[in-house]
């Protein structure tokens, strides 16, 4: 099995940073793809960023100059550094990994969710 456990989200105002961290661990061989995505009240969930084992990002629009997704691949962990932040970023955000758990299987793996609150 494997386990993503998020933290690092919380209440900030408009205009404030925060730092989200996710750590992987459980029977993993690797990690292809890590990234985030964000869930807002009656609203879909979306893709924030994602970063490959080699490094490579991918940016939502919304998140493009603002945010910065990086990961250590030796922990297992993926961050998301959230800056000027905006009343509309309020909503829950999931760690996803591609983990690889055997010779050919991989296991689409996601957190449970942290809260950010950005007060106007």
């Known amino acids: 099995q494997v386990q993503l456990v998020e933290s690092g989200g919380g209440l900030v105002q408009s205009g404030g940073s925060l730092r989200l961290s996710c750590a992987a661990s459980?029977?993993?061989?690797?990690?292809?793809?890590m990234g985030w995505y964000r869930q807002a009240p009656g609203k879909e969930r979306e893709l924030v960023a994602t970063?490959?084992?080699?490094?490579?990002?991918n940016y939502a629009d919304s998140a493009k100059g603002r945010f910065t997704i990086s990961r250590d691949n030796a922990k297992n962990a993926v961050y998301l550094q959230l800056n000027s932040l905006k009343p509309e970023d309020t909503a829950v955000y999931y760690c996803?990994?591609?983990?690889?758990?055997?010779?050919?299987?991989?296991?689409?793996?996601w957190g449970q969710g942290t809260q950010v609150t950005v007060s106007s």
């Open positions: 459980g029977s993993i061989i690797s990690i292809n793809t």
């Open positions: 970063c490959t084992r080699d490094g490579n990002t």
């Open positions: 996803n990994a591609d983990v690889r758990v055997g010779p050919v299987r991989w296991h689409d793996s």
